[in-house]
């Protein structure tokens, strides 16, 4: 079936050093989505990338979907202790009914 | 207006029991889905509904769970003669839309079997 596969399992850096996470799907999507949740909270909605390519910026925040609309990174740069929390992503399934979400990436930021 | 709300926040059942969670979407959304969430794993899809009717409840065990959203009132995930491996917190997630757009999630229900 489907699969949404996501690396690394977790990431600790050093307040100020730069994050990536990766998503890989092993079908194609039509969008793939980001979502945050913080230890104890639910998860929020950070951005929707929908074309091959595509490359979205929220602050210190930069989105990527690769050209062949399999995979996907989240990159935040100078990371800060608010950016706690698992990232994850999420695509429509093959039948389009609903969303797979990957397994996520757990951040600590060390102060 | 108000978000996603899901109610209780946490509930505790012993065995044998029955759990019913709800779940009352934004307002002018017509679409829910129901996820679980074991602690410290991803998020596993459970149902999708709208108004009256199940499109997807692939994610679904076929005993002891179902779901409903009635017309009126809140969309509720009910689960029967709970058993400890379902302690887990459980979301709702409403969308507007058809299409799989962003979905807005409750605080969730935690749920411990006793």
């Known amino acids: 079936g489907q699969q949404v596969m996501q690396i690394p399992q977790y990431q600790h850096v050093q307040e100020g050093e730069d994050f990536t996470t990766y998503c890989n799907s092993s079908t194609t999507l039509s969008n793939i989505q980001w979502y945050k949740q913080r230890p104890g909270g639910h998860p929020v909605f950070l951005i929707q990338?929908?074309?091959?390519?595509e490359v979205k910026k929220q602050k210190r925040l930069t989105f990527q979907f690769g050209e062949a609309k399999k995979n996907s990174s989240l990159h935040i740069t100078a990371t800060q202790t608010t950016d706690v929390g698992t990232y994850f992503c999420a695509g429509p399934t093959d039948y389009g009914q609903n969303f797979v979400f990957g397994p996520g990436t757990r951040l600590s930021v060390l102060p | 207006n108000a978000g996603v709300m899901q109610n209780p926040r946490h509930l505790v059942r012993r065995r044998g029991q029955e759990a019913r969670l709800r779940c009352s979407p934004m307002?002018?959304?017509?679409?829910v889905y129901w996820y679980r969430q074991l602690p410290e794993e991803g998020l596993k899809f459970m149902v999708y509904l709208q108004k009256e009717n199940i499109i997807d409840e692939s994610g679904m065990p076929k005993e002891r769970f179902s779901a409903e959203f009635p017309k009126e009132g809140p969309s509720i995930l009910r689960i029967q003669q709970v058993v400890r491996g379902d302690s887990a917190a459980y979301f709702c997630?409403?969308?507007?839309?058809?299409?799989?757009?962003?979905?807005?999630f409750g605080p969730g229900t935690r749920l411990t079997v006793l």
């Open positions: 997630a409403s969308s507007p839309l058809r299409e799989l757009g962003e979905q807005f």
């Open positions: 990338l929908v074309k091959s390519g």
């Open positions: 307002k002018g959304h017509s679409h």
